[in-house]
């Protein structure tokens, strides 16, 4: 089973708008981590949530986590042109030291 | 800012070399990874590496993957024969003694087996 599903797979918007990523998982988590990827680059932190957290914010970013419907969200409002990339959710269980990524979506913001 | 670094940034090899990629993590972390990424794809958990030895490993790193960190700074990842799967991005990331939190990642090393 998959571990961290984002949805959509790619979204495609106009500079100034709000882009909405969707992360759904299936088991137990300690932490739920976001991380941005720009083309062929490393993966860059961007904001980690707790499961006894219900949301984040950072700058233009905002997460929400729902532990019972194990789904998280990451929305950046007055998007830029800059926030181009790849857009991971990544989970922490309390069982192990890794993070399991999902799919990723691909955010393109048009100027 | 610290930064992990990866050298090469990119790898040829022919199907059954032996290739070796390596990692400096941020000097003060303690827990060191390899993550892949098959073009397009997910980023894939390969290993994770704590106090001199391995901690997790995934079904992907098999007998043919070993990880060693030989000094007190490098951190390397070495694929014994490899096949045209192996082609992918390989991505090392380090973080700190906290439980948990967020990983630091390379730019990576992309590896093409012709």
């Known amino acids: 089973s998959q571990q961290g599903e984002e949805d959509p797979q790619a979204l495609s918007i106009q500079e100034g708008e709000n882009a909405t990523m969707n992360c759904s998982y299936k088991t137990s988590i300690n932490n739920l981590q976001w991380y941005r990827q720009n083309s062929g680059r490393g993966l860059v932190h961007l904001i980690l949530i707790r499961s006894n957290e219900r949301e984040k914010h950072s700058g233009r970013l905002r997460v929400t986590l729902d532990t019972s419907k194990k789904s998280s969200s990451l929305l950046i409002t007055a998007s830029r042109a800059a926030d181009t990339a790849s857009y991971f959710c990544a989970t922490a269980t309390n069982a192990g030291n890794m993070l399991t990524f999902g799919g990723g979506t691909r955010l393109m913001v048009k100027p | 800012e610290p930064e992990v670094t990866q050298t090469p940034s990119h790898q040829v090899t022919q199907m059954g070399q032996e290739v070796i990629l390596r990692c400096v993590p941020i000097?003060?972390?303690?827990?060191f990874y390899w993550y892949r990424q098959i073009l397009g794809q997910k980023v894939e958990f390969l290993v994770s590496f704590y106090n001199n030895e391995i901690s997790e490993k995934s079904e992907i790193f098999d007998d043919q993957f070993s990880v060693e960190r030989p000094d007190g700074s490098n951190f390397t990842l070495k694929i014994r024969s490899t096949k045209l799967e192996d082609s992918a991005m390989y991505f090392c990331?380090?973080?700190?003694?906290?439980?948990?939190?967020?990983?630091?990642f390379g730019s990576g090393t992309q590896l093409s087996v012709l």
């Open positions: 000097s003060n972390h303690l827990y």
């Open positions: 990331a380090s973080r700190t003694r906290a439980t948990n939190e967020k990983l630091f």
